[in-house]
């Protein structure tokens, strides 16, 4: 059963004040028409032909009114009889026209099904808007056509006349609106103005001709309906191409434009709903994807693609109910849109009915095809108000359901990874890349200005490191000056300790490296007494030798111990080394840079999101190009100063897709003379999966430059032995959601000691990350692994920072044999 027009129905609460306008309408309409209306009934008689003739078509022509497209028969209805109504009036005068209008009134409301109270306001209405027509006519010379020939001051009273008419009718329309229904009735009358003005106007502009005819004969009057039917047949053939146009002509569902058209209208509706406190004034917008649709696209060819797109019309069309609308937008994608839902709870069920459906089989051409599909719902109001919102919000639950292996997802701000926030986020990231590449361009190749080591390198950007066979590092001022640690073992083994050898304050001219050897050593610190002792770092803690001090991660760089930013300047790219231990032998391998970004509001952004933001967009290629120029001309700077790390970063689906990547390093190493051994990419199993080919290809070119390869988080994705087997890998790293559970967790335990001694098999070097405290620091070496990193050690830290703590760091290794510590078995499963 159809609900009952909104527009029928006032919502509580505003019964009264709606309720004292309407009589206050209708008594001035009474006072107005009165007097008028008992001058008519003794004219009856001495009426012409033409003016029954007029009567007769407004009353006829109000049964049948126009409805232009997409707007509800109700509010927005073009009515004919405006015209011969307002001829009457500039003919005959006000009592005529307010009677013919009344009986108008009458008929075109019972036609439409309005109700009592609204025939008598509208009834009412048109009376006050014929008086101030009137009245207006009646400010000039006299009788408008009682002259014969119309003068200028005429036209005038005849113009406004119809403004009059405009103004105070859709004036009273608004305020009753406004009365009803609150804050919403100015969006809905500006939007409406145009299309009254269009056909109201033309209508009362017509008036003066068919006074004009009907003076000559009232036989010309009829000839009106001639262009009147014209403009209705034109109109409707309008409104035909109008709906054609909003059907998809493969399936005959209504396409995205009817989709707009009636989600647009339903906001409405339910709005309306809601004010009144009615229930079911929610409206839900559910988007469907195919999931498999392209499979069937590519095997089978277009025209059984087509025929399965029919066929799952069919069946949306059977299950979703009559009420509801079904829209296909376009490819494998469609849309309902449910109304009257009272919670999120009934827009699920029918997306369950609608998976249920689409998982059956569809039989083409005796072949069964499997298709099924994920649906994303967004609910008004909690989701969206408008059209858009609710569009977007709903394909991002679609894609949510997609991305979880889920079929019915609704929407949550979770899951909204391309939110205005990211997008502006990405904005900025632009920004400062695009700031970044002009500061590098700008930086002069030429030497000149400074010494220069090693293809622009300068020396003494960063504190040179120097090792000498088992000597502990050797740090180097600026003058020359050297800390030294000397590094002695007990006799006939044992423990490890350290013999500090003072050495001289350092007086340097380079206040950076000063500041790294003070920092390093807490009797120069204790000597050197700086104004501002928080500046420096804190006392040696008496942990393990080498392992990470609680209280580093607030240390600051030795940039920020002379009131700089330890990210760089607000906005701007830097990269983070986290040091790779040997654990037989405590010594530092290498180490993995890390993306970290400084936001100027945001403050440091998550790493996980700054990638996931970037790789969705042409930004990934910028960055990507940015953190192999850093890393790469850091390498350079350290070989500069003796130290020969070797650094290993992180690459994106994108990098390994494009092969770009290749030529760019290949690029990158011979400008800044670097061994491609200095240099290892990590690639995570997801990579590998998204295109093997073409991954497979780029890796090769790679390996034959002679940079390593290493498969990051192995042991979370698919296929891990067939890429050990296949690619030319250097070193597998062993995932920290293992590795942080391996002391408490005999099954994660298991794991990473298959996973060592498969990568000691194969001939591969295998590396833990997440080794955060001393027992799995020795479960690892227990194991055979070869190198950790984790917080035991280090937390990442900028470049000038790592070269501090390697000044401060003494190579540790596990005491005692290989037994390995008792690890708490789970539960009998």
């Known amino acids: 059963m159809e609900p009952p027009d909104p527009r029928n129905l006032v919502p509580p609460g505003r019964t009264a004040p709606f309720s004292v306008f309407v009589g206050l309408v209708l008594l001035l309409a009474v006072l107005l028409s009165v007097g008028p209306l008992v001058s008519f009934a003794g004219t009856l008689p001495d009426l012409p032909a033409a003016f029954w003739t007029m009567a007769v078509l407004a009353v006829a022509c109000d049964a049948r009114p126009f409805l232009p497209p997409g707007r509800r028969p109700s509010s927005s209805a073009v009515f004919p009889s405006t015209c011969f109504i307002f001829a009457i009036l500039l003919g005959w005068g006000l009592g005529p026209a307010v009677a013919v209008q009344a009986v108008a009134v009458l008929v075109s409301g019972a036609r439409m099904r309005h109700a009592p109270w609204r025939v008598a306001f509208n009834a009412g209405q048109y009376a006050c808007s014929l008086a101030a027509a009137y009245a207006v006519t009646r400010l000039g010379p006299g009788g408008i056509f009682d002259a014969g020939g119309l003068g200028w001051t005429d036209i005038a009273a005849i113009g406004g006349a119809g403004v009059a008419w405009f103004v105070v009718n859709y004036g009273l329309v608004t305020t009753a609106v406004r009365l009803r229904f609150g804050e919403r009735w100015w969006p809905n009358a500006r939007h409406g103005l145009p299309f009254e003005l269009l056909s109201t106007g033309s209508l009362l502009l017509l008036a003066p001709v068919l006074v004009t005819a009907a003076r000559a004969s009232s036989a010309l009057v009829p000839l009106v309906l001639v262009p009147l039917f014209a403009v209705y047949r034109m109109a409707r053939l309008t409104v035909e191409q109008h709906q054609l146009a909003a059907l998809d002509p493969l399936t005959g569902l209504p396409n995205r434009k009817a989709l707009l058209s009636e989600v647009n209208e339903q906001v409405h509706r ?251 050593d807490p009797i120069l610190r204790r000597t050197a007494r700086p104004a501002d002792p928080a500046a420096l770092p804190g006392e040696p803690w008496s942990g393990p030798v080498g392992a990470h001090r609680p209280g580093d991660e607030g240390t600051p760089s030795a940039g920020a111990a002379f009131g700089g930013d330890p990210a760089g300047d607000a906005g701007e790219i830097t990269m983070y080394y986290q040091p790779q231990i040997a654990i037989a032998t405590g010594e530092v391998v290498g180490v993995e840079a890390l993306l970290r970004w400084r936001h100027p509001r945001r403050g440091m952004v998550d790493p996980e999101e700054l990638i996931r933001v970037a790789e969705q967009s042409a930004v990934m290629r910028l960055l990507t190009r940015r953190v192999v120029d850093d890393v790469v001309e850091q390498l350079a700077k350290w070989s500069a100063a003796g130290l020969g790390l070797r650094a290993a970063l992180n690459v994106s689906v994108r990098d390994l897709h494009t092969g770009e990547i290749a030529d760019q390093i290949a690029d990158r190493l011979t400008r800044y003379g670097v061994a491609p051994e200095r240099l290892q990419l990590e690639i995570t199993e997801g990579a590998l999966m998204a295109d093997p080919r073409r991954v497979l290809t780029t890796i090769t070119r790679l390996h034959r430059i002679g940079v390593g390869i290493a498969l990051d988080d192995f042991g979370t994705g698919y296929s891990s032995l067939q890429h050990l087997r296949r690619l030319p890998l250097s070193e597998v790293k062993v995932d920290r959601s293992f590795v942080l559970g391996m002391t408490e967790d005999s099954d994660d335990a298991a794991i990473v000691r298959s996973t060592i001694e498969l990568g000691k098999a194969l001939g591969l070097r295998v590396v833990a990350e997440g080794v955060e405290d001393e027992k799995t620091w020795r479960m690892l070496h227990a194991a055979g692994c070869d190198a950790a990193q984790g917080w035991f050690y280090a937390r990442p830290m900028p470049a000038e920072e790592l070269v501090a703590w390697l000044g401060r760091y003494r190579p540790v290794r596990p005491l005692g044999g290989h037994d390995e510590p008792d690890v708490p078995r789970r539960s009998p499963r």
């Open 270 to 520: 339910h709005a309306e709903r809601a004010a009144r406190g009615a229930p079911g004034a929610r409206l839900a917008l559910l988007l469907i994807d195919l999931d498999r649709f392209k499979n069937v696209n590519d095997a089978l060819g277009h025209a059984v693609g087509d025929r399965l797109l029919v066929e799952v019309s069919a069946r949306l069309t059977d299950v979703v109910p009559a009420s509801d609308l079904v829209v296909r937008l376009g490819g494998d994608e469609f849309a309902i849109v449910m109304t009257g839902v009272d919670d999120v709870t009934q827009a699920r069920a029918l997306a369950d009915q609608v998976v249920r459906v689409l998982a059956e089989p569809v039989p083409l051409d005796g072949l069964p095809l499997d298709v099924g599909g994920s649906i994303g719902i967004a609910l008004y109001p909690e989701h969206g108000e408008d059209f858009a919102t609710l569009m977007r919000h709903a394909d991002v639950a679609m894609y949510d359901a997609k991305h979880r292996n889920d079929t019915v997802a609704v929407y949550t701000a979770e899951s909204d990874h391309n939110s205005a926030e990211r997008l502006g986020l990405l904005a900025d990231l632009r920004r400062v890349l695009d700031a970044g590449a002009a500061g590098r361009s700008a930086v002069p190749d030429a030497p000149g200005d400074a010494p220069v080591a090693r293809d622009g390198v300068r020396d003494g950007d960063t504190a040179p490191v120097a090792r000498d066979g088992d000597a502990a590092p050797v740090v180097r001022g600026g003058d020359g000056a050297a800390l030294t640690t000397s590094v002695v073992r007990q006799p006939g083994g044992g423990r490890w300790f350290r013999r500090r050898h003072r050495p001289p304050v350092v007086a340097s001219d380079d206040e950076l490296i000063a500041r790294i050897v003070t920092g390093a």
